[in-house]
């Protein structure tokens, strides 16, 4: 699969990477099917700026890591000199209201890259201050997945062989247009998307009749040779 | 003291009088060496054409090494201009079919999707029936486009092929007067012709020759037009396609829409 991805990005095409791999032809249409589906559909992935905005006011106020007392900061941060460490604060909104302790998990501070990272996504989502967005990003996922299941296939009749995961049937099974305008409405989209393919790539091809008098200024060049004036 | 203004004022007059009269001759001169040098039958010394047929050697060495690297950047753009065009050939003719086939994807389940919504027979003959005219506009109105794309591009092809043609023979035609010219050139040179008299029929020789190629290679700039009716009529063709695969598209979603209701 990686080997026809870099094909198609030297610019063969499916027939060529499919004679290439003939073994792995109908996996290389289907992954070809979602890369074109994900390039033509990438505008709708991304959510719109009003919804965004929603989901930015309903946010609980942010509430930075904050400790009962300087006494406890003092010691912390004593005890992360004293460490060499980092430490992350994890507020807990219930023990504290009720008079609870503050989580202070201790982090080596020459820890890796990667444990940077897991542990930068387990404090988000222990704060759960991601969790709408997150929510959010699943269901464009969801959607996207389940519009690939249903127009990316190659009919009903022919379903792949590959196995689909509980997700994919799942989504599909979602968004199936389920009337007869939302299913012309989707063929008619697709026949308007090759209409401006083809428009796209016509319009490259007017700029072919330049190359014609590519020529010019080396020909101007010719001209300018034994100069009658140089004698 | 009379007789010494009269010997002075004759004096002053006969410097007056010769100092008008040199331009006169001095002009009188330069007349005969333009009569002699167009005639070609006196030859009559100019300054600085002593050492000219000395000079005709090194001058043909010097333009023609220009000419020669002159040629040698042409060629390279030549080359240049062929692997573009291939390659933009190329890059479209894939995508193109990407394009094609993601399309055949799509819209075969769409039709997929719409049959099954299909309840009764009417309705599953009128799907069956919509994804053919729509099939057979696609391949009416892709035939069409390939057509005038690959119209288009001979065009070009021959447009290309006919410039460089013409260049090729103005180039030999020009090349062929410049040596012609030197080498008549060398010969009056070889002949004791007046060497000021050379240099002059070799600098009218070249300009002309120059002017010559400099008007035939104005000429090419006729290719403009050539190049405007192919995209014209590439245009015109690539929107009829469209138009006729929009009735078509039109009909065939209207019948369907019908039986639907």
């Known amino acids: 699969m990686a080997d026809a991805l870099r094909l198609?990005?030297?610019?063969?095409?499916?027939?060529?990477?499919?004679?290439?791999?003939?073994?792995?032809?109908?996996?290389?249409?289907?992954?070809?099917?979602?890369?074109?589906?994900?390039?033509?559909k990438k505008d709708e992935f991304a959510p719109s700026r009003s919804l965004l905005g929603r989901i930015?006011?309903?946010?609980?106020?942010?509430?930075?890591?904050?400790?009962?007392?300087?006494?406890?900061?003092?010691?912390?941060?004593?005890q992360m000199e004293a460490n060499n460490s980092r430490q992350f604060v994890i507020i807990d909104n219930e023990s504290e209201a009720a008079g609870g302790e503050v989580n202070v998990e201790t982090i080596p501070k020459n820890n890796s890259a990667s444990q940077k990272t897991s542990l930068?996504?387990?404090?988000?989502?222990?704060?759960?201050?991601?969790?709408?967005?997150?929510?959010?990003?699943?269901?464009?996922?969801?959607?996207?997945?389940?519009?690939?299941?249903?127009?990316?296939?190659?009919?009903?009749?022919?379903?792949?062989?590959?196995?689909?995961?509980s997700l994919l049937k799942f989504a599909a099974v979602a968004s199936k247009p389920t009337t007869m305008a939302g299913a012309l409405d989707n063929v008619l989209n697709s026949i308007n998307q090759d209409l401006n393919n083809e428009t796209s790539l016509f319009d490259l091809g007017t700029a072919d009749a330049n190359l014609v008098t590519f020529d010019k200024e080396a020909l101007n060049g010719l001209t300018n040779t034994y100069n009658e004036n140089s004698l | 003291m009379k007789t010494v203004y009269n010997i002075t004022s004759l004096g002053l007059l006969g410097a007056v009088l010769f100092g008008l009269g040199t331009p006169v001759f001095s002009y009188a001169q330069t007349a005969s060496t333009s009569i002699s040098t167009t005639t070609g039958t006196t030859a009559v010394s100019s300054p600085g054409s002593n050492n000219f047929c000395a000079n005709v050697d090194k001058f043909?060495?010097?333009?023609?090494?220009?000419?020669?690297?002159?040629?040698?950047?042409?060629?390279?753009?030549?080359?240049?201009?062929?692997?573009?065009?291939?390659?933009?050939?190329a890059s479209r003719d894939a995508q193109q079919e990407i394009d094609r086939d993601n399309f055949n994807v799509d819209t075969d389940a769409g039709l997929a999707a719409l049959q099954e919504l299909a309840q009764t027979d009417a309705e599953k003959k009128a799907v069956v029936s919509f994804g053919q005219i729509i099939g057979n506009a696609v391949s009416a109105?892709?035939?069409?486009?390939?057509?005038?794309?690959?119209?288009?591009?001979?065009?070009?092809?021959?447009?290309?092929?006919?410039?460089?043609?013409?260049?090729?023979?103005?180039?030999?035609?020009?090349?062929?007067?410049?040596?012609?010219?030197?080498?008549?050139?060398?010969?009056?040179?070889?002949?004791?012709?007046?060497?000021?008299?050379?240099?002059?029929?070799?600098?009218?020789?070249?300009?002309?020759?120059?002017?010559?190629?400099?008007?035939?290679?104005?000429?090419?700039?006729?290719?403009?037009?050539?190049?405007s009716t192919l995209l014209a009529s590439r245009k015109s063709a690539f929107d009829k396609a469209h138009q006729d695969f929009n009735l078509a598209l039109t009909k065939a979603k209207t019948d369907l829409e019908a039986t639907f209701k």
């Open chain 1, 8 to 40: 198609k990005d030297e610019g063969k095409s499916l027939r060529q990477i499919a004679a290439i791999f003939p073994e792995n032809e109908k996996e290389i249409e289907e992954l070809f099917g979602v890369v074109a589906f994900m390039k033509s």
């Open chain 1, 56 to 78: 930015l006011q309903e946010l609980p106020e942010s509430e930075p890591a904050k400790l009962e007392s300087l006494e406890k900061k003092a010691l912390i941060s004593e």
């Open chain 1, 120 to 165: 930068k996504v387990w404090d988000y989502f222990h704060n759960f201050k991601l969790a709408p967005v997150m929510a959010v990003v699943v269901v464009i996922l969801v959607a996207g997945v389940s519009s690939y299941e249903i127009w990316g296939k190659k009919g009903a009749s022919e379903q792949p062989p590959v196995a689909q995961s």
């Open chain 2, 60 to 89: 043909d060495a010097t333009e023609d090494q220009k000419l020669v690297d002159g040629i040698a950047n042409y060629e390279k753009i030549k080359v240049t201009r062929t692997q573009v065009l291939n390659q933009n050939y």
């Open chain 2, 141 to 227: 109105r892709r035939k069409a486009v390939d057509a005038a794309v690959k119209s288009f591009r001979s065009g070009l092809d021959q447009a290309i092929n006919t410039r460089k043609a013409n260049i090729d023979n103005y180039l030999a035609a020009f090349k062929s007067a410049i040596d012609g010219i030197i080498s008549k050139a060398k010969t009056d040179c070889a002949n004791g012709v007046d060497q000021s008299l050379i240099k002059k029929n070799m600098q009218d020789g070249i300009k002309s020759a120059r002017k010559v190629f400099s008007d035939s290679i104005v000429k090419l700039d006729k290719v403009s037009v050539t190049i």
